[in-house]
């Protein structure tokens, strides 16, 4: 397998996705590469710092670059060989086999279903993230390729992050649930509504129903459905607050016990390694003729590292077959 | 002044909502009263329990009441004289001069859009909550009147609510953001994209632009305007973050350092008095023909206390003729 990774996006570009890909060593199986992409005497320079042998790593050379904060298409348009749009080219082209990339999340998903195209029978692509919940972790879809999402791509999102969760988290019969304000069946907004019925109606799915944003927290459900606007703002406050939260405790108990604040700042390092992204390797967006792998855009070399091994995973499980089994609208009977 | 309380709505009713209405003696001015309107027997039984002179307390009987997973509007219908239906008709006959519910959110906006009407140019009545943040409380609006929004809906609740932190937390020109999923104004979904030319054109508000999810915690603004839905699924994921949040710390604390359990506990206590509900005393529903005060459903005696303080300032800072002023569609110029 050949895996391409976009080597100027992200907030610790390109250090750390350099690192990432000679760590990504330990998860590839003989014969598989990572291609990094992106200006390659950057990159050259940067895998001089790294030890040991890098026999793995390729490199694709572009100088250009779609910057964090640039309209995603707007860019694509004045940057046709940015590593983000080269990178779904080579794609589309069989040169590699999976995209990953901490850079600019719009542009991705745009040069994504541009170049990639849809799978057979999906109608939008979302992005499925296993949020860090501290405890129970629970995959949101979509969070953020999607904002203006109708009751099919919501319903399409049910079904897939069933599937992604099914195959590669080994939960067995992934409970869904429609993000809304309230459990019962009259909450909620136009959306959700018209949501509802074709959640309930498809056998293929555990649906359970409306759930509320504390239910993230309570281990009522493996996945929240939700149009990719509120799934944004939902995932940007669970960071926010997490960091204000554990500052916070961190600054009263410094008050009351000051002689502890050695033990109370690895019980907080502890903590926050519960909720780091870096763990989780990346979101996939699920629906596109390919595999794309899109990390936190603060992402260090283990968070690309596991992103390799994401995209790994969704290659060897089959996850798109599956879904097109599912979705493909010449998929015969949902029995077969 | 005369304040009508809904002594039967709310996980702890009535014996909480007695219990403010008891201790709602410490903020009324003399000649004020508060009114409990529900079960005569019941609210006479709770007052029994209440140490002190109760001369400031009068009670409204009714056996009809509304529950709290009840869809609102048939509710108000199949149970014309509850307690929340009746408040509402006793406020809009002039009986009372403010209505304070900690029951069905759904079902006090529905009643008070019918019985005591929308202001004089405002399209849709919103929430309006302070949200506890731990550090700078940010109002969010809306928090669930409004789920299905339009933009001329959002631009209102950026002046209804600039006027209410205004007028009621003394903020001189309160920061206005737009909650969406990235700074640039490119980002967000059609009705987001809409909304901002208005509030941008708007001389009465300080728009400062799009604001994120971790924005609410980094005092970037005072007021967050977005859709009711939105606004509900964040208010819920804050309120069950910070349990989990704080939970977390704990038991990893007791863990690490447990025979200083007791200390933590009470520095976990003192965070959790950071984002207390009951100290924010309800929520105002802006942009009704009267004053309408929503507390959370889990509200203390302290909490219904706070919202007779907020029902009172809102009366004599005259909150609503100064919304009034700004969006009825014979105000004049906007200079005068």
Not at 29 to 47: A, H
Not at 238 to 258: D, F, Q, T, Y
Request: proline fraction near 4%; aromatic fraction near 4%; charge should be negative.
């Amino acid at each position: 397998m050949r895996i391409g990774i976009d080597a100027m996006g992200g907030d610790r570009a390109p250090d750390e996705q350099v690192k990432g890909a000679v760590a990504a060593r330990e998860v590839l199986d003989e014969g598989d590469k990572v291609l990094l992409i992106g200006d390659e005497s950057v990159i050259r320079k940067c895998l001089e710092d790294c030890p040991g042998t890098h026999e793995h790593v390729e490199i694709r050379h572009t100088d250009q670059k779609i910057e964090m904060g640039e309209s995603p298409v707007e860019a694509l348009r004045a940057k046709p060989t940015s590593s983000i749009a080269l990178m779904a080219e080579l794609h589309r082209d069989g040169q590699i086999d999976a995209c990953i990339s901490a850079g600019n999340t719009g542009a991705c998903v745009a040069a994504a279903q541009m170049r990639l195209r849809r799978l057979r029978g999906v109608h939008r692509p979302g992005i499925a993230i296993v949020t860090p919940t501290f405890w129970t972790p629970v995959a949101v879809c979509d969070v953020g390729a999607n904002v203006n999402c109708r009751p099919s791509h919501l319903h399409q999102y049910g079904v897939m992050s069933s599937i992604y969760l099914r195959v590669m988290c080994n939960i067995d019969s992934p409970r869904v649930g429609l993000l809304s304000i309230g459990q019962e069946d009259a909450k909620g907004n136009t959306l959700v509504k018209e949501t509802r019925d074709l959640l309930k109606n498809d056998s293929n799915i555990r649906f359970i129903g409306n759930v509320e944003g504390r239910d993230l927290f309570r281990d009522v459900c493996d996945v929240i459905i939700c149009d990719g606007f509120v799934g944004n703002v939902v995932l940007k406050l669970i960071e926010g607050m997490a960091a204000s939260v554990l500052e916070g405790m961190l600054r009263e108990l410094a008050e009351s016990m000051p002689s502890q604040a050695k033990a109370i700042l690895q019980a907080s390092t502890d903590l926050r390694g519960k909720y780091d992204y870096n763990e989780y390797g990346g979101a996939p967006l699920l629906g596109v003729a390919g595999i794309c792998i899109i990390c936190h855009g603060a992402s260090n070399h283990r968070g690309i590292m596991n992103a390799v091994r994401v995209a790994k995973d969704f290659a060897s499980y089959h996850v798109n077959e599956q879904i097109t089994k599912l979705l493909s609208p010449d998929r015969g009977t949902r029995d077969e």
